[in-house]
């Protein structure tokens, strides 16, 4: 089994960043999910409820990210690793309350015409103290503005199999994982415990349960009903409908594309 793809979301519910290598942190991968778009109050917005950011595209520069729009890709913001503003305020994530800090008023006013909002962008502090839930979290482990845990593993071969139940094929980014995984049976991650991919290991803590942003073409923006429609009609449990796995890291260390997945 093979590591075919790794996934960065460096701002929650904005455009993935497919690299070569990465470095897994307890939190998760390096710069993954570590900002965050907030409103007025400081409450969280994904696209579960403003499609829209799937259409905002992120890139690394040296000086920070430049976010931009598919559709206007030439006109773009940077939101600098070096803070341009100054204010340490508290968001709101989920049922979490943390502290986070803002970053550059140029973005929030970028972001706020794109978006039809006032809103701003946060950057999770190195202090910052976002606890796990205690059921799955072995040594009190921290995550980032991810939704619960730090690593979402996908396989290939499950995704093959829900396309070949789909009217038109979808890509993994489709679920925002971080990782991809070849060479498996279909669901065959459903029974793993513990990995590692190339020498960093991993617990393989619960199945992800997938909500109606796995209906939102990335692409496009635009949301369909048949993704989560075809999962329901063979992945549910109860209420719930799954698709990957949630993974926390047990070290950290460098993984890259190519890297051989072992279990334990």
Known sequence: MILSEIWVYPVKSLGGIRLKESLAEERGLQYDRRWLVVDEKGTFLTQRTNAQMALLDVAFSDDGLFISHRYDPVNQILVPFEREDDDDIEVKIWHDVVPARTVSKLADEWLSERLGKIVRI???????????????????????????????????????????KLSQSIESKRFRPNFVITGTAPFEEDLWKTITIGDTRFQVAKPCERCIMVNIDPKTGIKSPETLKTLASYRREGKDIFFGQNVVGLESGIVREGDIITLF
């Open 122 to 164: 946060v950057e999770m502090t190195p202090d910052t103290q976002r606890k796990m839930n205690s059921t799955y979290a072995e040594k009190d482990h921290t995550v980032s503005f991810a939704d619960d845990f730090p690593y979402l593993l996908i396989s290939q071969a499950s995704l093959d199999d829900l396309n070949s």
